[in-house]
């Protein structure tokens, strides 16, 4: 099995967001990890290869700095790795991730069965990559998996719906995005992270990839980012249980209007 | 020029999300001279187009195929792509529900057009279009502009007005492209079961965290729940301890809600779980921890134990009923 996970690197959720003086958010003394439901991704994809075989090749499209988020993933048991890092790549959109991937996918690092991806970044929030990337692969996928059983060249998946959830069965070459519960995502360990420092790591422009600053011209384009209006403190309602309990109900009648 | 809603429906009723998309791309279309068109996919529907019409949308077209009865992402994208194809709309919008949310991206890959997901706002101004999307879980709002001619957005449930408007005629045209194969078999679904509305939807919803003691302390954010007609909701504390499953979880790492009403009982208010509840219009926070972070955000705060508070809390809805 050649086993793909694609993850992105993003801000720790525990971040808080700044605008700087250019009006962007600053990442300026921001811890950097690998997005959350991206490690339930390379969690999957090495659990496959522990039980089928074969190799788990780690993709992301990002700047120097993201090699580190690669380096975790190959100490967590990842094999190989490719990032993706180009000037022109600087701001992408989603659309234009999804043309870099695919492009790598399907003419230099092919032949793949199965890719995992998180199914959707903590920082954008955007949830669109692994869609557009199965499109542009020609792929069926499963969305936010909770649950994902490999046998016979094809996938049984649980998958998260609103308001409950459905299995499907999927046959291989397919994409995965993983929802949390998919697994536990387990911490490299110290010969983990001593071995991937050894690993493949190769760092692709571009035109390595055949592909012009145009192929990846943004059709989404961010005119400003503002902090939300900050909630204010309310007011706190005192006195014994029944006194308080009248209060709050008043409130939520006659003030908010809400019951 | 139009504005295309892509109608969503689960056994032949049509979502709330639809509602409000069909009401935004009404305002959108009157403020920016386009017609409203809706697109409704599914089979035995075509019946459904009638309700569509009170939300004066100009035309309704139908797809009713059998091979469309059971939803997969490839076949529905490929319908909304060969409708997108043949219209050419200046915006297409969908509900940002887990349908709404992997349809969208597939058919924008499709068309090769750009998609601002999760939007809470959508202004019009000089023939372009202003797509409001919180980011890092609504800890920042970025605004979006898609170079087009097509552009596609989903938005937020829940955020968007729903309005009727007259004056359309709403005729129902019947559109038939080439359905694929499905490459993808459903072989089971099974639906949280009550009355309970879902969470992304809920007008109002009830949270539990940690302060609960333990996993028996939700029968008691279950029990407000139902006194308020409210979706169950928790933090991810109660979730990592394993005391609820993870489709409940609100935060960053979660669902992001905004109903009308959010009531946070021993929940501390750590900014992951703010993040997915701070656009609620009114916080209610139940906290014995008088240094609590919920306070800063509660409109209505009340520090006591919940074990007290929550049952009399219950007893005084009762009354009201």
Sequence with gaps: ?259 | MSIVVCVEQRDRDIRKITFEALSEGKRLAVASGKTLKALLIGSGVAHLADDLKKYGVDEVAVVDNEALAVYTVESYAAVLAAYVAQETPALVLLGHSAVGKELAPRVAAKADCGLVTDCIEVTSADGDFLFKHPIYAGKAIGSYKIAGPVRMATLRPNVFAIEESDGAAGAAVDFAPEIPAAKVTVTGSEMASGDRPELTEADVICSGGRGLGGPEGFKLIEDLADALGAAVGSSRAAVDAGWREHAAQVGQTGKVVSPNLYVASGISGAIQHLAGMGSSKFIVGINKDEEANIFNVADYGIEGDLNKVIPALIEKLKELQ
């Excluded at chain 1, 003086?21 to 496959?48: C, K, L, R």
């Excluded at chain 1, 000037?87 to 234009?96: E, F, M, N, Q, T």
């Design chain 1, 1 to 259: 099995m050649k086993i793909v996970a694609c993850i992105k690197q993003t801000f720790d959720t525990e971040a808080k967001i700044v605008i700087g003086g250019d009006g962007q958010i600053s990442d300026e003394g921001v811890n950097m990890i690998v997005n959350p439901y991206d490690e339930f991704a390379v969690e999957e994809a090495i659990q496959t290869k522990e039980k089928d075989g074969g190799e788990v090749v780690v993709v992301t499209v990002g700047g120097d700095k993201a090699q580190e988020a690669l380096r975790y993933c190959l100490a967590m048991g990842a094999d190989r790795a490719f990032l993706i890092n180009d000037p022109a790549l600087v701001g992408a959109d989603s659309r234009a991730v999804s043309v870099a991937l695919a492009k790598l996918l399907s003419e230099k690092e092919t032949g793949f069965d199965i890719i995992f991806a998180g199914k959707e970044a903590v920082d954008d929030g955007a949830a669109q990559v692994p869609s557009l990337l199965a499109e542009r692969l020609d792929l069926a996928q499963a969305n936010v998996a909770t649950s994902c059983e490999i046998a016979d060249g094809k996938a049984t998946v649980t998958r998260e719906i609103d308001g409950g959830s459905e299995t499907l069965e999927i046959a291989l070459p397919a994409l995965i995005s993983a929802q949390k519960g998919l697994n536990e995502v387990r911490y490299p360990s110290l010969p983990g992270i001593m071995k991937a420092k050894r690993k493949p790591l190769e760092v692709l422009s571009l035109g390595d990839l055949g592909l012009s600053a145009d192929d990846v011209a943004a059709k989404v384009e961010l005119v400003a980012a503002e902090l939300p209006p900050a909630r204010k403190a309310g007011q706190k309602l005192t006195g014994e249980v029944d006194e308080v309990v009248a209060k709050l109900v008043q409130l939520l009648q006659e003030e908010a209007k809400v019951i």
